[in-house]
């Protein structure tokens, strides 16, 4: 598989993701209830407009709430259960294009029982060497994807292109 591993370790959801392998997505950060993941735009990812097309950028934020929802290093008894995407919703902000790197920033906001509900941020930036764009924040407001053991939040990895919220449930692993 690709850069799926984060500190030489695979997280087991990925282990047979041949989608998150051929679109060469790569694990930055796992936590509990967090992920950020990256990957670069390609030819075969546009649409006929010559940007991102919208099954890409909901598949790559999809990986990023499956990561973020699945344990890395499950607790015994944990490994007979999996947590599924009960429903999403996605707004596309801003286009995105050819060569761009996109970063999903996944956050755990709540959790009930059986029931979850992340949010997911998705930035387009262009290749290394642009800086990235500080985020516009009000004073005295965190920013929207602040948690503990998340990544820093001063910097966003480029500009906001969408905004995917995801509701999970845990099941039985059959």
Do not use: W
């Given at each position: 598989?690709?850069e799926l591993t984060v500190s030489g370790g695979t997280h087991p959801i990925l282990k047979d993701d041949y989608a998150s392998e051929w679109m060469g997505i790569e694990v930055l950060a796992l936590d509990d209830g967090h992920s950020t993941i990256r990957m670069t735009l390609r030819q075969e990812m546009l649409n006929g407009f010559g940007?991102?097309?919208?099954?890409?950028?909901?598949?790559?934020?999809?990986?990023?709430?499956?990561?973020?929802?699945?344990?890395?290093?499950?607790?015994?008894?944990?490994?007979?259960?999996?947590?599924?995407?009960?429903?999403?919703?996605?707004?596309?902000?801003?286009?995105?294009?050819?060569?761009?790197?996109?970063?999903?920033?996944?956050?755990?906001?709540?959790?009930?029982?059986?029931?979850?509900?992340?949010?997911?941020?998705?930035?387009?930036?262009?290749?290394?060497?642009?800086?990235?764009?500080?985020?516009?924040?009000?004073?005295?407001?965190?920013?929207?994807?602040?948690?503990?053991?998340?990544?820093?939040?001063?910097?966003?990895?480029?500009?906001?292109?969408?905004?995917?919220?995801?509701?999970?449930?845990?099941?039985?692993?059959?």
């Open positions: 598989m690709a940007m991102a097309h919208g099954g890409m950028i909901f598949a790559f934020g999809d990986t990023a709430f499956a990561l973020s929802c699945n344990p890395a290093n499950p607790l015994p008894g944990e490994d007979s259960n999996i947590t599924v995407a009960a429903g999403v919703d996605i707004n596309f902000l801003k286009p995105a294009f050819r060569g761009q790197v996109l970063t999903a920033v996944a956050n755990r906001r709540a959790s009930t029982g059986r029931s979850g509900l992340y949010d997911i941020q998705i930035y387009a930036a262009d290749p290394a060497g642009t800086p990235a764009a500080p985020l516009s924040v009000p004073a005295g407001a965190a920013p929207a994807a602040t948690l503990p053991g998340q990544l820093p939040t001063d910097i966003a990895p480029g500009e906001l292109i969408a905004e995917f919220r995801g509701r999970s449930r845990t099941i039985s692993k059959k």
